[in-house]
């Protein structure tokens, strides 16, 4: 079949007892775990398995504890650590993460991951971000690692399909049993059945706001995110939580998306405002050591005073070791290109304080699961249950492990009907067919423009209100897209889950009326509110119809 345009519109099918949908770490995680429970994995991504992810452009550092004797380092120690940051995630998956730690570690120095060393060859280790304890180990070729998961990957047999975006999860009687997408070359459509599905998609959207530089692939986390993880699984019935909490924002290299904070701050990085004043002490007890949520903040602080920007980081008094480590080690660890933006300044950590600027806000939120991550609806599972390489990987691996578990009891897959699969074709190249339109750049701007304006650092319910109601204007334009070619395709139907991620984000956010407990203040609500102890907020839909519930915290 052919269409308007002249893609041709072939249709192929597959069928796997395991369907990971993602390659990024928590997606290699799960499709290593469910291989090594015996199952056939397919690992489905739109991109490029070596460079997919948050984990495609590098990464410096990896949490974990190694029961070295004192009590903070011990497997207990790290599941209640966990379990105080990650409100909702169930205690069985904190301790999966913890439980496997000591074999991602050994897996990762196999496949050739370099931890940083002391001379002694002891794990050289660092503290940070609101926990005093070294519980960091830093990595010494982190620009390499996704391209070393990949090779373990292919090495194993896990069959990988690239280049394919997922846009619907198929159901049948109440259970998660496959999905379908398009090739974003050549628009084939992919019917892909499986007994189970681990949904990993990336928790994190970073193109929902801008950054000073106001380009919106220039970002601190992996920007080709645009909200399918939460949006697939709401859209096929699933509960989501902590879409008002799960929103990050950092401090970058200005005007360079770049990670890195956690190593400058870790090895004795001092915030300076534009007056060469430290400020970090007035917004945490741990000073620069403290969370990065107080660290952004406190930043926004001193702006709303006149005291910045301009804003940096200063290593200039630590010794020659430690620059060097952060500077041509850790930095780069995090993007390869790092260097290069510091030659075109003429600068060096030795030399020049680092300018730096508060991020793009990402927004996120989970799948509600249980102890086995499978989610509310049955044969799918979370795969992205936390925010760093660590607990990517880990919680990946976890979901493969339970996800391939539930398949051996699956004994056949139902088909799909011939209907459903061309409704759904129509809704991915209906943009083709628009003559006159807008482009997915400029749809993609009006979003930004609404959540930059109205969802910022400074929330109050009448501007959330604008917002959701702005956000369901664009909603009203979302068949005006325009795609020319199938690029323009990825992107109209990315557009469309963006603005869906935000929708929902903006919803949640009006509920949590407090102050506190994320990278936000609500000016009507500036205080905590205790009455939200120990709970989330659920978002889900039946029959249509939008529901929202503050529920105990698994």
Known sequence: MSNESGYKRVIKSMETEVLVLGAGAAGCGAAIG??????????????????????????????????????????EALIKHFSKGNRGVPHGVIQSWVKVLPRMIKMLEQIGLEFVKNGDGSYYRSSGLGNPNTLWLNIRNGQFAKRLLAKKIRARGIEVLERVMITRLLKSQNRVIGAIGFDVLDGSIYILRAKSVVLALGSQTPRATSNSTHIPFNTWRYPYNSGCYCVLAYEAGAKLINLDTDISVSLLPKGFGCGGMNGLTNLGGRALNAFCERFMDKYDAMGEHGKRQNLVMGTYQETIEGKGPPFYMDMRHLSPDDLSLLQYTLMPGDKATFNDYMAQKGQTFASHPLEVEISETLIGGRVLCQDNFETTISGLFSGCNFFSFSGALCGGYGAGIQAAKSASNVLSINMISESEVEAEQSEIFKFLQVEEGITPIVFERAIRQVMDYYMGFIKNEKGIELAIERL???????????????????????????????????????????????????????????????????????SGEHKLAFMPAP
């Not at 739109?46 to 460079?51: A, D, P, Y």
């Open 34 to 75: 469910a291989s090594e429970m015996g199952s056939k994995a397919l690992l489905v991504e739109k991109g490029k398995l070596e460079s997919s992810g948050s984990i495609g452009a590098g990464n410096d550092h990896f949490i974990a504890n190694l029961n070295s004797g004192p009590e903070w380092d011990s497997d």
């Open 472 to 542: 369901n204007l664009i909603e009203k334009y979302q068949d005006k897209i325009r795609a020319r070619n199938m690029h323009e395709l990825m992107r109209a139907n990315e557009a469309c889950f963006l603005l869906k991620q935000c929708q929902l984000t903006a919803r949640a956010v009006k509920e949590r009326r407090e102050s506190g407990r994320t990278t936000y203040k609500r000016s009507d609500y500036p205080n905590l509110n205790p009455e939200y102890n120990g709970k989330c907020l659920a978002l889900w839909q039946e």
